[in-house]
Nanobody, 118 residues
């Protein structure tokens, strides 16, 4: 079982930056894919960025391409979401998640609020 602990959310003005962190513990060796999701009020949760470990192949949804970067620090068993050029429409609760060999995201962080003001 893998446990995830998020940090790094908060308030920022439009155009600013934030970095979210997701620390993993437990059976980290079973992780195949790491991802960030977000859920704005009234919307469904969407996968905005993911990274296949070992292949270094990243996916980004169109709305964050060129602004957000997903990365890992294997020595710290932590992965990150660097968010630049933030916009008010990026305001949401952000969740980290990991998938094992089934590629099903079955371990989730607690969620962290990101609020972007004009």
């Amino acid at each position: 079982q893998v446990q995830l602990t998020e940090s790094g959310g908060g308030w920022v003005q439009a155009g600013g930056s934030l970095r979210l962190s997701c620390a993993t513990s437990g059976r980290a060796s079973t992780i195949y894919n790491v991802a960030w999701f977000r859920q704005a009020t009234g919307n469904v949760r969407e996968n905005i960025a993911s990274l296949m470990l070992g292949r270094n192949a990243a996916y980004y949804t169109d709305s964050v391409k060129g602004r957000f970067t997903i990365s890992t620090n294997n020595a710290k068993n932590t992965f990150y979401l660097q968010m630049n050029s933030l916009r008010p429409e990026d305001t949401a609760v952000y969740y980290c998640a990991v998938a094992g060999p089934t590629m099903k995201f079955d371990a989730w962080g607690q969620g962290t609020q990101v609020t972007v003001t004009v």
